[in-house]
């Protein structure tokens, strides 16, 4: 298997910066790999293993840890025709919501973004957010049994007048078509691809210790060009 390279991708860590800045690290994946290894590790196999302990640094608008993986820049939709994310993944651990984010489409400048999608209990879920003018969220049910230990690929794509595709292949079976289309509000807005493990629970004093997520990433990349 080739290894998978997150040498030039950001990584954000459940790690502080500091003893005196408690705000998660964000890091380039290959000092990642060398200063903390018990959150991002090469397999023996190339893959990328992400773990996101619940109770963690988090970024200054939430309560929630992540391991994750982020583009070094962002996008605009008219900047390609088209715009891919792939990842062939595995979810070996979640935590005890059992929901973590494996991927996303993120805004700059803004906490809600236009795509999520959630390991969500075993399905494969994602809410989209068709303007960035409005807060309203519609979830959809994209494939229904992924367990955990079981790798599944995910690819998004998203063409420069906004249309959206998310697939989802596990065990043969692919996703439910789920039409999706960005509006005009998003034109002026830059965009950014990340995945990884982003627990969707609030971390505190009561938090078991050992909870959270884990993935491993056998597969990644990211392009920008023709459709």
């Avoid at 049910?141 to 790798?151: C, D, F, I, Q, R």
């Amino acid at each position: 298997m080739t290894p998978v390279d997150i040498s030039n991708y950001i990584i954000a860590t459940p790690l502080p910066v500091s003893e005196t800045n408690p705000v998660a690290l964000e890091l380039m994946g290959s000092e990642a790999l060398v200063l903390c290894p018990w959150v991002v590790s090469q397999l023996p196999d190339g893959s990328v293993q992400f773990t996101a302990p619940t109770v963690g640094a988090s970024s200054k608008s939430t309560h929630r840890t992540r391991t994750e993986w982020k583009e070094p820049e962002y996008w605009a939709l008219d900047s390609a025709a088209k715009h891919w994310s792939r990842q062939t993944m595995t979810v070996t651990k979640v935590n005890s919501a059992k929901k973590v984010v494996i991927a996303q489409i993120h805004v700059k400048g803004a906490t809600t973004p236009p795509l999520k999608v959630f390991w969500n209990k075993g399905k494969i879920t994602m809410g989209f957010r068709e303007s960035f003018d409005t807060p309203d969220i519609l979830t959809s049910l994209l494939h229904e049994n992924v367990p955990l230990g079981v790798p599944f690929k995910i690819s998004i794509g998203v063409t420069a007048s906004g249309s959206v595709s998310v697939n989802v292949l596990c065990q043969g079976i692919p996703s439910l078509k789920v039409p999706a289309k960005l509006d005009d509000s998003w034109n002026d807005q830059v965009l950014q691809f990340h995945g990884g493990v982003y627990n969707q629970i609030d971390y505190s004093p009561t938090t078991p210790e050992g909870d959270g997520s884990i993935c491993i990433i056998s597969e990644l990349s990211t392009t920008h060009g023709e459709a």
